[in-house]
T-cell receptor, first 114, second 113 residues
Framework: DSGVTQTPKHLITATGQRVTLRCSPRSGDLSVYWYQQSLDQGLQFLIHYYNGEERAKGNILERFSAQQFPDLHSELNLSSLELGDSALYFC?????????????FGNGTRLTVT | GDSVTQMEGPVTLSEEAFLTINCTYTATGYPSLFWYVQYPGEGLQLLLKATKADDKGSNKGFEATYRKETTSFHLEKGSVQVSDSAVYFCALIRSGSARQLTFGSGTQLTVLP
């Protein structure tokens, strides 16, 4: 058990809808990262938050947004969903935003857009 | 930009066989290199890492050596077990980066009894 909790585990929704994925980092970790894993794109970095502030953006679509709350949990919002957004979305956390502290991954949320 | 190239899978081996999964990278500066493992239905787990040239990372019988001259970080294990069946990802973080892992495409390993 990595200590990172992601909910829900599975999500099935229709095109055009909006969903929210939630991540609770390991106790004491200040950084949260979001990754998307799909068959055609592999593992893609989406966004990084550290202690409530956005630190870096990767290949995140404008239809997607995220935030990290004062209690350090994070939410990834996906809107105007398309079939191609179907993927496994992972959250990872680490103690710091730089250096060598390892990333701990949650078990992911599997999103299916029909 | 940064990139990681892994050998194509799937790889199927018999128990106790020798494993090599090739990984090469392209990055500016001196990245840190990682191998992650993903078991079915689970998230990625850090398997081993190396932070500078000639470092050898090791864990659970797996090893990988950071070779700067060949920009490689090949994963090896002398004797695989059925329980090693998983997807293995090579990854890097560029030095100074805000810890944005760049992953390879993953290699599916199946070990048969």
């Amino acid at each position: 058990d990595s200590g990172v909790t992601q909910t829900p585990k599975h999500l099935i929704t229709a095109t055009g809808q909006r969903v929210t994925l939630r991540c609770s980092p390991r106790s004491g970790d200040l950084s949260v990262y979001w990754y998307q894993q799909s068959l055609d794109q592999g593992l893609q970095f989406l966004i990084h938050y550290y202690n409530g502030e956005e630190r870096a953006k990767g290949n995140i679509l404008e239809r997607f947004s995220a935030q990290q709350f004062p209690d350090l949990h994070s939410e990834l919002n996906l809107s105007s969903l398309e079939l191609g957004d179907s993927a496994l979305y992972f959250c990872a956390s680490s103690v710091s935003g730089t250096g060598d502290s390892p990333l701990h991954f949650g078990n992911g949320t599997r999103l299916t857009v029909t | 930009g940064d990139s990681v190239t892994q050998m194509e899978g799937p790889v199927t081996l018999s128990e106790e066989a020798f494993l090599t999964i090739n990984c090469t990278y392209t990055a500016t500066g001196y990245p840190s290199l990682f191998w992650y493992v993903q078991y079915p239905g689970e998230g990625l787990q850090l398997l081993l890492k190396a932070t500078k040239a000639d470092d050898k990372g090791s864990n659970k019988g797996f090893e990988a050596t950071y070779r700067k001259e060949t920009t490689s970080f090949h994963l090896e294990k002398g004797s695989v077990q059925v329980s090693d069946s998983a997807v293995y990802f090579c990854a890097l973080i560029r030095s100074g980066s805000a810890r944005q892992l760049t992953f390879g495409s993953g290699t599916q390993l199946t070990v048969l009894p």
